[in-house]
C-alpha cells in the first residue's frame, strides 16, 4: 500500500538571534528573575518596557506572549484583577494554546486566567509536521484548541477549498488531539498532495464564531 506524504519538507539552518531580541531577551529574564524573588513592583517596570511602544529593540511574538503573561501574573499578585485580566487575554488572543502552569503559579492566578479565557473566544491548530503514514500502521497527529467550551469541526481540504475528509464535530474545551490514518471519507487512501486543516468553532458561552487553516 502506497505511503501518504504530508507536506512538504524543507531543511533549513535555525535563525540566530538578533542583536535586538537579544536585548528583549535579557530584559525578560531579568523580569523573570525578579518575580520568582517576588521583587514585583520591579518585575512590572521591566516588563512594562517591553510592551511598550517606546521600546525600540525587536520583540518575537513568543517575548511579547510571555512579558504578556507575566505582566498578568504580577498584576494579579498586586491584586489589580482588571489589569491582571486585561494582560491575560492579550496572551490568550496572542496564542490560543497559552495556558499558566499550576505548579508555577497560585490557584488565584490560574483561576483568573482561566476567567480571561472564557472571557476571550478564539481557535488555533499547530503547524503540522511533515510526514509520511502508512495507513495501516500509522497516524498523522492535528493538535487544535479551543479557548473555552465551543462547538467545533474540524476539516481537511484540498487546496481548492474541497472538504475531503471531517476529523472531528462535537463539544470542545481546550487541547484536543486528532489522529488521522491517511484515508478519505469514502474509504480510498487519499492522494499525495498538500492539504489545509480547516479549524471552526462557535463558543457556547460568548456565541462567537472563530476560524483559522494552516
Not at 66 to 78: C, E, I, P, V
Not at 79 to 91: P, Q, V
Not at 141 to 150: D, E, G, I, L, N
Amino acid at each position: 500500500m502506497r505511503r501518504l506524504a504530508l507536506g512538504v519538507a524543507l531543511l533549513v539552518a535555525a535563525p540566530q538571534p538578533l542583536p535586538a531580541q537579544t536585548e528583549t531577551a535579557a530584559l525578560l529574564r531579568q523580569a523573570q528573575d525578579l518575580y520568582e524573588q517576588l521583587e514585583i513592583e520591579r518585575a512590572l517596570a521591566l516588563l512594562r518596557r517591553i510592551v511598550s511602544p517606546s521600546w525600540t529593540a525587536d520583540v518575537t511574538q513568543e517575548q511579547r506572549l510571555q512579558a504578556y503573561t507575566y505582566l498578568g501574573a504580577s498584576l494579579a499578585l498586586t491584586g489589580m484583577r482588571d489589569s491582571a485580566l486585561w494582560y491575560f487575554r492579550g496572551a490568550v488572543e496572542r496564542d490560543p494554546f497559552t495556558d499558566l502552569d499550576a505548579q508555577r503559579f497560585t490557584p488565584a492566578q490560574v483561576a483568573l486566567f482561566r476567567q480571561a479565557r472564557g472571557l476571550t473566544f478564539a481557535v488555533a491548530a499547530r503547524p503540522v509536521a511533515v510526514a509520511r503514514v502508512d495507513p495501516r500502521t500509522e497516524r498523522a497527529t492535528f493538535t487544535v484548541t479551543t479557548t473555552h467550551a465551543a462547538s467545533l469541526r474540524v476539516e481537511l481540504r484540498l487546496a481548492d477549498g474541497q472538504t475531503v475528509a471531517v476529523l472531528y464535530q462535537g463539544a470542545n474545551d481546550g487541547v484536543r488531539d486528532l489522529p488521522w490514518n491517511g484515508l478519505l471519507a469514502d474509504g480510498h487512501l487519499a492522494p499525495p498532495g498538500r492539504y489545509a486543516l480547516a479549524v471552526l468553532a462557535r463558543s457556547s458561552l460568548l456565541g462567537r464564531s472563530d476560524s483559522t487553516r494552516v
